[in-house]
């Protein structure tokens, strides 16, 4: 079961690839600034998780009107997830977890997806200013979506 509405967001910094070299990302700068919607996928290069990230890229402008920074987050390297965000045009800001750390404090591991390995299960999160968790979702299996009009939704009360 993912972490529970009310509950404190578990701050983290992660890996990401930007034009000149990986940056840090840090939840707990968006504290007292801006909600966060936190999207974690299984893996890039495969067919749910890239119409997923296509589509969410298609409605940024839907988050960015609310006032809040979509973070999508995955297993895969850095170097993979850029590779991957170009090849399909995907505009959300991708974060490695690569040691696992972060989908282990959400409590969103999917054992041994597809017989490969850990990954992370499909979920969303919305963090409000205050770092506390807003909605929180894990879909029963990686290849349903979350449902995104009750993530604007709390979003839009964040």
């Given at each position: 079961m993912p972490l529970?509405?009310?509950a404190k967001a578990p701050d983290f910094t992660l890996k990401s690839k930007a034009a000149d070299g990986l940056k840090d990302v840090k939840l707990s700068d968006n504290f007292g600034r801006r909600p966060t919607v936190l999207l974690f996928f299984p893996l890039a290069?495969?067919?749910v998780c890239t119409q997923e990230m296509c589509d969410q890229t298609a409605g940024l402008g839907d988050y960015e009107k609310l006032g809040a920074?979509?973070?999508a987050i995955s297993v895969d390297s850095p170097f993979a997830q850029e590779a991957w965000a170009k090849a399909?045009?995907?505009k959300i800001k991708l974060l490695s977890d690569l040691n696992k750390t972060v989908i282990k404090a959400y409590d969103v591991v999917f054992?041994?997806?597809a017989g490969?390995?850990?990954t992370a299960a499909r979920a969303a999160f919305v963090v409000g200013k205050d770092g506390t968790i807003k909605y929180a979702e894990q879909t029963p299996t990686p290849k349903d979506l979350?449902?995104?009009a009750a993530v604007k939704a709390a979003l839009a009360k964040a």
């Open positions: 529970a509405v009310g290069y495969t067919g920074e979509v973070l399909n045009n995907i054992p041994m997806l490969v390995g850990d979350p449902n995104f």
